[in-house]
């Protein structure tokens, strides 16, 4: 079995002070899926998912993965802003 891997970066490109975050999930050496999480008010309240997935591995897409990624960069922005 493969390695699974996320690789997280963070960077501020609209100059709002509100870090876009990029996600990438990989298995093995292969990108499975990316997305960016961005605060849509420009305030630091990450809300926006730019690419839908099923992060939680149920067969949809829905408001539960949404929540997970975003839920991940917050902590991600506390961490390492």
Partial sequence: ??????????????RDSSPEVLLEFYTGKELDFS???????KNGKYDKVDVKGDADGDGDFDAQDDELFIDL???VVALLR
């Avoid at 079995?1 to 609209?14: G, H, N, T, V």
């Avoid at 997305?35 to 008010?41: A, E, I, K, L």
């Fill in 1 to 14: 079995m493969a390695a699974k891997e996320i690789r997280i970066s963070i960077e501020d490109l609209d």
């Fill in 35 to 41: 997305t960016s999480v961005s605060s849509s008010s």
């Fill in 73 to 75: 960069a917050r902590s």
